[in-house]
């Protein structure tokens, strides 16, 4: 069974030395949040075989942190194209994605994930609130990776990072 993790990176601040948005690194909040979805996505065992992320720094710094908590033992790949690319570039990626890769974990930006997961889940109809470090987890209709253009997919759960404390907090992950 394929399955889809889409986070939208943690949240990230601006100051007077960052000349650019594709600098904008996390903020305090982010780098609060940002470990607990790695340690929510250990606790309920849907670690990714693959990571794929934006190269921004603050969904660098994301998808590091996330991998590093989560236990992830695999290499971050860099998709340049998902900082400015749309859901098609994100789908087109894991359309090219080995057949070996059972979880993959998408790390980016909205309003991309917000239209992936609605374009994946729905007729475009269906909108969700992708807020900063949200995970969701999606489960295509497919064997093969190079079938994901053309087929929908069951959005199973989305947590948010105050989801997340609750539950890791209660089971004493945290």
Not at 133 to 151: D, G, H
Request: proline content about 4%.
């Amino acid at each position: 069974m394929k399955t889809i993790l889409v986070m939208r990176h943690a949240q990230a601040g601006w100051s007077r030395y960052i000349s650019s948005d594709f600098e904008r690194p996390l903020n305090e909040k982010g780098l609060k949040d940002a470990p607990l979805i790695g340690k929510f996505i250990k606790e309920i065992k849907v670690i990714p075989d693959l990571i794929l992320s934006s190269p921004a720094k603050r969904a660098r710094q994301t998808a590091d942190t996330v991998a590093q908590n989560c236990g992830f033992q695999g290499e971050i790949s860099f998709v340049k194209e998902f900082y400015s690319g749309d859901e098609l570039v994100v789908r087109a990626s894991m359309a090219d994605l080995s057949d070996t890769v059972n979880t993959v974990l998408i790390v980016g930006h909205n309003p991309t994930l917000e239209d992936l997961i609605s374009a994946m889940t729905s007729d475009g109809s269906f909108r969700i609130n992708l807020e900063t470090a949200a995970l969701s987890c999606m489960v295509p209709s497919i064997k093969k990776w190079a079938e994901i253009e053309n087929k929908h997919s069951v959005l199973l759960w989305l947590v948010t990072p105050e989801l997340a404390r609750n539950l890791v907090v209660k089971d004493g992950v945290q």
